[in-house]
């Protein structure tokens, strides 16, 4: 879980530290709606996941990975 919790800390830090970056040269209004389009993204890949798991009837996403994709990288 630590190192789960670490990829994901520099992943948002990274992602932070870029806006001032992005803005500068994209301007505001970009900025805004592609942050908007990411948003929409990720609250979709979150309903798919989600209904994903009803269907499989698999409450964590680690056992839901497993029956994806079977037991690569184990």
Known sequence: ???????????IGGGILEL??????????LTIVF?????IL???SL?????VSNIAN??????LARKAFGGFGS
């Not at 190192?3 to 800390?9: D, G, M």
């Not at 309903?47 to 209904?51: A, R, S, Y």
């Open 1 to 11: 879980i630590l190192s789960a919790l670490n990829i994901t800390n520099t992943i």
């Open 20 to 29: 001032p970056y992005v803005m500068k040269n994209w301007g505001i209004l």
């Open 35 to 39: 942050l908007f389009f990411v948003y």
């Open 42 to 44: 990720t609250l979709l």
């Open 47 to 51: 309903v798919l996941l989600l209904n």
């Open 58 to 63: 698999i409450n964590d996403l680690n056992s």
